[in-house]
């Protein structure tokens, strides 16, 4: 088997391409099963995120909190090269990738405000979360979230007797989102375990990316918490009462307004 080699720029430092002003976009290849990211102040290369994936980073916006008019087109795997003859700003190089995404793939992407159900995070018990502060967090949050059980489940799912789904990004990443979907499903939660160093809007982006749905904060707690707690058979809300019961952050359903990113096609 001829050995597969990473995009230009994958490996890190500047991409051995000549430098332009342009934006390389393409689709990726098939023989590159995987991701690979890499930025410094005048390059920005990204290979194998989906465009979903790309403006959830660009944007700093969960997933969940992003409309494509088009779900197939959102989950297109792209590379990504920008190779300046000169250093920028992150800002400025976040700026020119947009615009290139927007005018490559003829799309519009429109920040969006509305009235949605969410997960309000409140401090139920004060004194259960003063023991889970961290007094030695820096900055930063860390967390190792457990989900889509795919050692117990993988059996389950019919898979192609000519796709190795251990060696195959596509096909691996197609089975952990029916995984978690029908987790989401089943038990309201796509989460097994949660182990986490970080402020409360670390837990809130976990849990907005474990349930689909947006998760505000409303604790007004400054810091970070240390979390460690196991779902095992749990559904959704069951676990969310263990949480509270641990370390007295309560997750109850209600209505915000929230920002969303609207994307579409141009005609």
Known sequence: ???????????????????????????????????????????????????????????????????????????????????LPKAESDEAIRTRVIRALEERLRIEIQPVTRLDDVWAVTVADPAKLARAKNAHWGSGSHAVVGVSRMASTMGSFRVDDAVDPLNDHQEMQRLVNLEMERQRRTQGIALDSLSMDGDV??????????????CVDHTNFHGALSLT????????????????????????????????LTVTHRH
């Not at 959704?236 to 209505?255: C, H, N, S």
Request: contains cysteine; proline residues 9%; aromatic residues 8%.
């Open 229 to 260: 707690i196991e779902r095992g058979t749990l559904n959704r809300d069951e676990f969310f009462a263990k949480i509270e019961q641990q370390y007295g952050l309560a997750i109850r359903p209600a209505t915000a307004e929230v920002e969303h």
């Open 201 to 214: 809007a670390a837990l809130c982006r976990t849990l907005e990316n474990a349930t689909h749905r947006p």
């Open 1 to 83: 088997m001829a050995q597969q080699l990473p995009p230009p720029g994958a490996r890190g430092g500047p991409p051995d391409i000549p430098t332009s002003y342009t934006v390389d976009i393409r689709p990726t290849s098939p023989d590159f099963n995987g991701t690979g990211s890499n930025t410094g102040p005048s390059w920005f290369v990204r290979n194998g995120f989906t465009l979903r994936s790309l403006l959830s980073d660009l944007y700093d916006t969960p997933e969940s909190r992003i409309d494509f008019d088009d779900n197939q087109f959102a989950d297109e795997r792209l590379d990504m090269t920008l190779n």
